[in-house]
């Protein structure tokens, strides 16, 4: 049986859920109904698979509820409702354990509590009856509790409803929770980076990796042209010139990567945006061209953001910390080729002169001098690597010094093309955590390629793009001929090529990367979304971790 009163406003009501969260964490319930931010973790889903098989084998006996009150103020949906003996009582399903006191008495958690006395007082005020308690039921445990609805739990319901509106109403996030161990079981560790912040503001703090190690969802790179891309119920369907089809459950795609001239349909970008898959488009000369933006979440994030990067100071600070970021990585990668027993004069003259030069970061204070430093850095940088070519590598991958565009040579065009995918999965990441890439702090727009993921790039170029590409040429594992296009002096890569690349890129991306700070282990994949996040904490009060993925 449903029962449903019409909705008001629903911005004028809280979600009973929502005081569930306010009981557990303040700052979880500030997450989810202000700025909107929901995860769904396996906790989550096994939840959803009890109530469907609760409903399964009670079926005439229980009711379900749907309700709103204005004047209480809440609106929600009762798990179960079950009338007897002229008393109506809701009921809760909990598939964890019970808590239990000094006593070792079965008890609600407090936020289960206050869930389910809210439920009832929506009951009482919505339909004009008495009810004198709620039951929640521990599956793991097989118990029954029973919370009496009483003067002092009908005042616990107000005053979390009033906390609530007040919690609504704050531009700034609350504090992370003292208690360590209600993060472990949050769905929205992975957002809110609880262990992240106590090593920032402790650096002997061990923190638990809350947030997941891997992304195994697969990221699909359409290369042939004129290939169309549909949505065939709950798959992603590929369909090619030649007439071969492709579906791929949704469940396991994370990106759509469009190369050249592939299609997509309207039905495809709608469902790709409910389900959280990136779509980017790449031209079919290797060049970023954009990204179809389904960002979750409220604008309020991105008010903070740019409040934060229109201040001098904290751009002037981000950007030390980047510049810094690089020029270690590309100083530490050139000193990889001083390991051996020959000696090489120009490497150690660039690595030492590089030192020279990250040593004014420090006392730059403007970003403009800043962009000088870090030209110089990059000169000395580009014209000592080809030194880490090994003798046995093909003569044809010889460079001197980096072209953009066009690319004059083969290593310049892997290069660009691989600074392409790199900018993707940035602008990626950047739209996953829900942040404004146009909004960055140091690069300036220019075409297509948005300022904060171009900032964010530099963190990543040599770990992701340049430390591949020289280990790919001195294993041998490209053709000069086959994988790339010589058209006068301009160089790319060819169809052979792009597949071949995109798959040594890829692998890099899979592997696993010890962070220097807080000491846990994530496929790079992961290290992007983290970086992002880890920059958001930059201007929330709470940072210290960013610009630390410096190549050992």
């Known amino acids: 049986m449903n029962i449903t009163t019409t909705p008001a406003q629903e911005q004028d009501t809280l979600r009973v859920n929502a005081l569930h969260a306010l009981a ?21 889903f096994s939840g959803r698979r009890l109530h469907v098989e609760i409903e399964k084998e009670e079926g005439e006996e229980w009711q379900e509820l749907v309700l709103e009150n204005n004047e209480l103020g809440l609106r929600g949906k009762v798990d179960a409702l079950r009338t007897r003996n002229g008393q109506t009582i809701p009921y809760e399903h909990k598939k964890g354990r019970c808590y239990r006191g000094v006593d070792h008495k079965p008890q609600a958690w407090d936020s289960d509590r206050l869930q389910v006395l809210a439920y009832a007082c929506l009951i009482e005020m919505a339909l004009g009856i008495t009810v004198p308690e709620g039951r929640i039921r521990y599956h793991t445990d097989n118990v029954l509790v029973h919370v009496p609805l009483d003067d002092a739990g009908r005042q616990d319901v107000q005053a979390a409803i009033a906390q609530a509106r007040q919690l609504k109403q704050s531009p700034e996030r609350p504090p992370i929770t003292s208690n360590e161990r209600l993060c472990v079981r949050c769905s929205l560790a992975p957002v809110c980076l609880p262990e992240e912040t106590r090593t920032a503001d402790n650096i002997e703090h061990k923190p638990l990796r809350l947030f997941p190690e891997d992304d195994e969802r697969e990221i699909i790179h359409v290369l042939e042209a004129g290939t169309c891309i549909g949505k065939s119920g709950e798959q992603i369907k590929i369909s090619r010139r030649d007439k071969t089809t492709k579906t791929l459950p949704s469940r396991q795609v994370g990106q759509l990567v469009l190369h050249s001239f592939a299609q997509v349909s309207t039905q495809a970008l709608y469902f790709c945006a409910e389900q959280e898959i990136g779509v980017h488009f790449i031209s079919g000369g290797g060049r970023y061209m954009g990204s179809l933006d389904n960002r979750h979440g409220s604008i309020q994030r991105r008010v903070r953001q740019y409040q934060a990067l229109s201040n001098p100071e904290i751009c002037l600070k981000l950007t030390r910390q980047l510049v810094t970021c690089r020029g270690q990585s590309q100083r530490k990668f050139l000193m990889r080729g001083l390991r051996g027993a020959g000696s090489n004069l120009l490497l150690e003259q660039t690595v030492e002169q590089m030192q020279r030069v990250l040593k004014q970061v420090a006392t730059t204070d403007a970003i403009a001098s800043l962009l000088g430093v870090e030209g110089n850095i990059a000169a000395l940088y580009f014209k000592a690597l080809p030194q880490l070519l090994s003798e046995s590598a093909d003569p044809a991958f010889q460079f001197s010094g980096r072209n953009r565009r066009p690319p004059l040579d083969r290593f310049n065009a892997l290069l660009s093309f691989g600074y392409a995918l790199l900018l993707k999965d940035v602008v990626n990441a950047i739209l996953v955590v829900g942040l404004e890439p146009a909004l960055g702090f140091y690069h300036q727009p220019r075409t297509q390629a948005p300022p904060l993921a171009l900032d964010l790039m530099e963190i990543f170029r040599v770990s992701l793009v340049d430390l591949p590409i020289i280990g790919s040429i001195n294993r041998g594992q490209w053709d000069a001929d086959a994988d790339f296009e010589v058209r006068g002096q301009q160089v790319w890569l060819s169809d052979s090529g792009r597949r071949k690349f995109i ?20 496929t790079y994949r992961r290290l992007l979304e983290l970086e992002v996040r880890l920059l958001e904490k930059e201007w929330m009060g709470e940072g210290g971790l960013f610009g630390q993925l410096v190549l050992r």
């Open 503 to 522: 798959s040594v890129y890829e692998r890099r991306k899979e592997e696993s990367w010890k962070h220097p700070v807080l000491g846990y282990s994530l």
């Open 24 to 44: 557990y964490c303040p700052r979880l319930f500030y997450l989810e109904e202000v700025e909107e931010l929901y995860t769904q973790d396996a906790a989550v």
